[in-house]
T-cell receptor, first 114, second 114 residues
Framework: NAGVTQTPKFQVLKTGQSMTLQCAQD?????MYWYRQDPGMGLRLIYY???????DKGEVPNGYNVSRLNKREFSLRLESAAPSQTSVYFC?????????????FGPGTRLTVL | AQSVAQPEDQVNVAEGNPLTVKCTYS??????LFWYVQYPNRGLQFLLK??????LVKGSYGFEAEFNKSQTSFHLKKPSALVSDSALYFC????????????FGAGTILRVKS
């Protein structure tokens, strides 16, 4: 049982390049999330998908887009990378997204933008 | 908006001694509180959560947390620390905004010395 998987693990981009971070879960969860982790700031929500076919902005969505490809997969795209997007990106999933539901996290993607 | 605070950037404890990692919260409504652990270059692993009921919550790897409504605290504890417990610990609270996102504290580094 893999849980939440993310690819790639590491990536270095130049300013202006684009890339897509992939996330998949095999727990039959309905809700999926993308967070970024910056030193001393905990994690902040970028986008989320409450269920297949829906996506919504989180608290820091600027510079990102997402696609909920199917129930399992939720991708995050950087159209034109900026140094401020250097961060560690975590995908998470939850069964229903309800207030008492536990979110389970993937191993993360460490992104550096030069 | 909901928030959590982790007042200590780092906690040092000797192996075999009890450990406490502190967390205080500020919420409107019922608090749904979580603890996660992050080992180096790994994703976040769920430890435990408080939803309702017993103020002492037991979780994974021998950890427990005490919910105190009057002090608005949710401290993580373990009776006897192991060197392998050394990691970054995050307290989080559920926020009804953004699909019931998690609001994270800045994290506390726990170092257990042998």
């Amino acid at each position: 049982n893999a849980g939440v998987t993310q690819t790639p693990k590491f990536q270095v981009l130049k300013t202006g390049q684009s890339m897509t971070l992939q996330c998949a879960q095999d727990m039959n969860h309905n809700s999926m999330y993308w967070y970024r982790q910056d030193p001393g700031m905990g994690l902040r929500l970028i986008y989320y998908s409450a269920s297949e076919g829906t996506t919504d902005k989180g608290e820091v969505p600027n510079g990102y887009n997402v696609s909920r490809l199917n129930k399992r997969e939720f991708s995050l795209r950087l159209e034109s990378a900026a140094p401020s997007q250097t961060s560690v990106y975590f995908c998470a999933s939850a069964y229903s997204g309800g207030s008492t539901d536990t979110q389970y996290f993937g191993p993360g993607t460490r992104l550096t933008v030069l | 908006a909901q928030s959590v605070a982790q007042p200590e950037d780092q906690v040092n404890v000797a192996e075999g001694n009890p450990l406490t990692v502190k967390c205080t919260y500020s919420v409107s409504g019922n608090p749904y509180l979580f603890w996660y652990v992050q080992y180096p270059n790994r994703g976040l692993q769920f430890l435990l959560k408080y939803i309702t009921g017993d103020n002492l919550v037991k979780g994974s790897y021998g950890f427990e947390a005490e919910f105190n409504k009057s002090q608005t605290s949710f401290h993580l504890k373990k009776p006897s620390a192991l060197v392998s417990d050394s990691a970054l610990y995050f307290c989080a609270v559920r926020d009804v905004e953004y699909g019931n996102k998690l609001v994270f504290g800045a994290g506390t580094i726990l170092r257990v010395k042998s």
